[in-house]
């Protein structure tokens, strides 16, 4: 059972200022646990539903005592950020700071100021699909561990690296090549397949700064068929990684 105390720290973790104070965070949903769990990840505890835990008995088992707690489903609405909690939620340590500049030889996303959560779960969902190792994200980003967006990465989290950096200085520290997504660029289906680069996405409403697109090696450009004004950053960020890297 939670106490009080429990229950209002893990609601606390809701807030940046808090989750950065405690370096922890929450991952919420059925499936995120599952696969937190599966992939042997250092999870300080686990709230669910009996139910939860008996479907998944053989994992949580694996945990060491005193790490599983059995909630119901009103205590799981109280720690949920949700409008419909879900059956679990996991409790773990932010990871140690990575190193920002990719190694050669590797493709990253970088990010200058993605402001929806959801379009940040997006695009770490994107770099697990194509197996991009890291993104780097700039200061003004939103938050990677921001409940709603570690939900939309549906487990995504765990397998991509991420850091915080400025993203003029990794242009002008890396030796990479880097490509910024524009209106007004070099069309990607002249560019053959990337072994290693960077590829920037920049900001929903005004994309990338223009300092930055300056810095870029090359810019890339989606061709536009039909009348829409752009693309949905993380849709943008799909549709590059799928003609680059493949």
């Not at 994107?126 to 003004?140: E, H, L, R, T, Y």
């Not at 570690?150 to 200085?169: F, K, L, N, W």
């Not at 002249?190 to 920049?202: A, T, W």
Request: net charge neutral.
């Amino acid at each position: 059972m939670l106490s009080k105390a429990q229950i209002k720290y893990i609601q606390s973790l809701q807030h940046k200022k808090n989750r950065q104070k405690s370096s922890q965070y929450v991952a919420e949903g059925d499936k995120i646990v599952q696969e937190l769990l599966q992939a042997g990840m250092p999870v300080k505890g686990v709230y669910a539903t009996a139910g939860w835990l008996e479907q998944h008995h053989s994992l949580v088992n694996r945990m060491p005592p005193g790490t599983v707690t059995e909630v119901d489903a009103a205590v799981l609405k109280q720690l949920s950020s949700l409008t419909t909690p879900n059956q679990a939620m996991a409790l773990l340590d932010m990871p140690a700071p990575v190193n920002p500049l990719p190694a050669a030889g590797t493709v990253a996303l970088a990010l200058e100021a993605i402001q929806d959560p959801g379009n940040m779960g997006t695009l770490i969902r994107i770099a697990d699909w194509f197996g991009i190792p890291q993104i780097i994200c700039s200061p003004d980003c939103v938050d990677v561990y921001n409940p709603k967006t570690i939900q939309a990465t549906m487990g995504s989290m765990i397998r991509v690296r991420i850091a915080e950096y400025d993203i003029r200085e990794l242009l002008q520290q890396t030796k990479l090549p880097s490509f910024a997504a524009t209106l007004h660029g070099k069309n990607i289906a002249e560019f053959p397949v990337i072994k290693e680069g960077i590829i920037l996405i920049g900001n929903e409403g005004r994309g990338l700064t223009e300092d930055v697109t300056a810095m870029a090696t090359h810019r890339i450009t989606i061709p536009r068929i039909g009348g829409a004004e752009s693309l949905n950053a993380a849709v943008a960020a799909g549709i590059i990684c799928g003609r680059l890297l493949i």
